[in-house]
Nanobody, 121 residues
Framework: QVQLVESGGGLVQPGGSLRLSCAPS????????MGWYRQAPGEERELVAL???????RYADSLKGRFTISRDNSWNTVSLQMDSLKPEDTAVYYC???????????????WGQGTQVTVSS
């Protein structure tokens, strides 16, 4: 069973920065795209950014220029650098990955448990 382990959330003041990281644990064949989503209270989960194994990236339009997604293909880890944080960035941030678990199986989406990011003075 593959799990995604997130780290790096916490409390930060407006204008500050945080870096989230996500790493898989368990056995798998290959990971294709990895991404970050977020969900604020009372809101639907939304895409923050994603990155493919070929390092193609996609961002939510409202976050371009403040957030940067990166990936280490050697370790299959994904990070999200968040700068110039605003109170409206407060949410639970979830990592996900498109994972091939076995040679005979199709890719499946795996989600992490989420990490809280709170931007407040």
């Amino acid at each position: 069973q593959v799990q995604l382990v997130e780290s790096g959330g916490g409390l930060v003041q407006p204008g500050g920065s945080l870096r989230l990281s996500c790493a898989p644990s368990g056995s798998f064949i290959r990971i294709n795209a990895m991404g970050w989503y977020r969900q604020a209270p009372g809101e639907e989960r939304e895409l923050v950014a994603l990155i493919t194994s070929g390092n193609y990236t996609r961002y939510a339009d409202s976050l371009k220029g403040r957030f940067t997604i990166s990936r280490d293909n050697s370790w299959n880890t994904v990070s999200l650098q968040m700068d110039s944080l605003k109170p409206e960035d407060t949410a639970v941030y979830y990592c996900n990955a498109d994972v091939k678990l076995a040679p005979s199986t199709a890719y499946t989406i795996i989600w992490g448990q989420g990490t809280q990011v709170t931007v407040s003075s």
